[in-house]
């Protein structure tokens, strides 16, 4: 079992920045692939961001986020900046062992609760 716990959400104007972190525990984080995705009101669950267990990443939010990770601190972070108002959603931290960028949610083994980012006008 991993457990994944979400931190760093929150409300920010538009134009701001905020940084994710998601903390891994129970298995050797360095072996798995992680992912952001997001869920805003009424829409489906959407790919934001992945990292495979080398580091290589995908973004579907070009020029505004980056993902990273951090093995000696179990960590992935997402850096948003930028952010618009269409960037309101609850954003999950996602696991997968030995998988490179997945994008679908599927894929994924292991969930956060989610955190909420609220981005106002």
């Known amino acids: 079992q991993v457990q994944l716990v979400e931190s760093g959400g929150g409300l920010v104007q538009a134009g701001g920045s905020l940084r994710l972190s998601c903390a891994a525990s129970?298995?050797?984080?360095?072996?798995?692939?992680m992912a952001w995705f997001r869920q805003a009101p009424g829409k489906e669950r959407e790919f934001v961001a992945a990292?495979?267990?080398?580091?290589s990443s995908t973004n579907s939010v070009k020029g505004r986020f980056t993902i990273s990770r951090d093995n000696a601190k179990n960590t992935v972070y997402l850096q948003m900046n930028s952010l618009k108002p269409e960037d309101t959603a609850v954003y999950y931290c996602a696991a997968a062992y030995g998988l490179d960028r997945g994008t679908e949610a599927a894929v994924y083994d292991y969930w956060g609760q989610g955190i909420k980012v609220t981005v106002s006008s």
């Open positions: 129970g298995r050797t984080f360095s072996n798995y692939g």
């Open positions: 990292i495979s267990w080398t580091g």
